[in-house]
């Protein structure tokens, strides 16, 4: 009996520990111009930065061109807002598309009031922020930048429709430069910004966001100790971690290269056992760099099983997962019937292959010869890899 009237007290506690810490947070502001039935706001913690955990959504109706909603915040959010009636569509069943003139994003911070006043036209949504520095000086950039986003975004929508369309790759190609030099400007100016205000801590996350680890390192130095340490301290030594990542990335790229040795290593596979690359015997062996996630990595497989039937022993195909979970992995080779060694490739580990090797499209594969000495590499789906691996059997 004490056991049954207990349990209410504990659910009660858990509830209240739940909620320790959060403070109420008044998010709200003014629409002008066109009508829109609400804002959709997407918001996730600062601790989240970096991959962890996924963002809320949340759907604000406006009445009478004003919305309101109450927050409750243990820590700063990163908040992207847009109007419904902003939210354009793809073609091809690619969902919808949060223009960067019609969505806005800034940080909230917990017990405080938040008010935005913004006018929505046919192509924009102006916004200014009161509240917090840090939102105001993110709607006042963006504010600087909204020509530019527009025409970004028109050229994104004629991109679509020409995919749709079938226009041609040369033609496709030129407008996608066109898009890219229409944000070009918008970055240079935040860039600019956030050098030359590097006393303040949105300076940092927009280094970070905008110019990547290379404009973190190049500029760390000169970073004042509190702002390092402060709200973005984490996602600043993440992107430092990423940066050296990506110079050993570019390193492996530029060395391994036909004719050179691959280095060795040592992975999990299916059964838990610990494979080496140097203990494959075969006249080749192809490394497949795949994921679960990667469209053309597995369109290529119902190929990559011909192949493994054709040549036999003869080639070895290794599949190495990158970026997966190990349920996800396990689950993606049993799905595909994969029927060659498969290997986990742990990306939290202190030299992933993936690194190792200089992988940055997926697929890649690299043919290996018995000594180890690199044949070829290709990246994306490629059929000039099918192609390589028949002359490298002679044609049978």
């Not at 909603?69 to 992207?80: F, K």
């Not at 949105?202 to 702002?227: H, M, R, T, W």
């Not at 110079?247 to 290269?257: E, H, I, Q």
């Amino acid at each position: 009996m004490k056991q049954t009237r207990l349990l209410p007290l504990l659910c009660l506690l858990l509830a209240s520990l739940s909620v320790f810490g959060q403070k109420k947070t008044e998010f709200k502001g003014v629409v002008k111009g066109k009508t829109t039935a609400s804002i959709i706001i997407q918001h996730g913690p600062v601790s989240h930065f970096g991959g962890n955990g996924e963002p809320k959504m949340d759907t604000i109706p406006v009445r009478d061109g004003k919305f309101s909603i109450t927050l409750n915040l243990s820590e700063p959010e990163y908040v992207t807002a847009i109007p419904e009636a902003g939210i354009r569509h793809r073609g091809n069943k690619r969902g919808p598309y949060w223009g960067f003139a019609m969505r806005a994003a800034f940080f909230i911070f917990p017990g405080e009031r938040l008010s935005l006043k913004t006018e929505l036209l046919a192509d924009r949504w102006s916004v200014n922020a009161k509240g917090n520095k840090m939102a105001q000086t993110a709607t006042t950039l963006r504010q600087a930048n909204l020509n530019d986003y527009v025409a970004f975004d028109s050229l994104e929508m004629q991109l679509d429709k020409a995919k749709q369309n079938g226009l041609s790759k040369n033609e496709t190609n030129k407008l996608f430069e066109e898009r890219n030099k229409r944000r070009a400007p918008a970055r240079e100016r935040l860039k600019e910004y956030a050098t030359t205000h590097l006393d303040e801590e949105y300076s940092l996350f927009l280094l970070i966001k905008s110019g990547g680890p290379a404009l973190v390192a190049k500029y760390y130095d000169q970073i004042p100790e509190n702002i390092r340490s402060g709200l973005f301290g984490d996602f600043l030594r993440k992107a430092l971690k990423r940066g050296k990542r990506n110079t050993r990335m570019d390193k492996a790229k530029k060395l391994l290269v036909a004719g050179a040795k691959a280095p060795d290593f040592e992975l999990e596979s299916l059964d838990g056992k610990k494979v080496a690359l140097s203990g494959i015997k075969a006249d080749y062996i192809v490394l497949d760099f795949w994921g679960s996630w990667c469209g053309w990595c597995t369109k290529e497989f119902p190929e990559l099983k011909k192949c493994h039937t054709k040549y036999g022993d003869r080639i070895k195909i290794v599949g190495v997962d990158c970026f997966d979970g190990k349920k996800a992995w396990k689950d993606a080779v049993e799905k595909h019937e994969l029927p060659w060694l498969q290997l986990y490739n742990d990306r939290e580990s202190e030299n992933p292959i993936d690194v190792m090797y200089g992988v940055t499209n997926f697929p890649t594969k690299v043919i290996l010869d018995k000594e180890l000495n690199i044949v070829a590499r290709y990246k994306g789906a490629d059929p000039a890899f099918f192609k390589k691996l028949d002359e490298l059997m002679g044609g049978s």
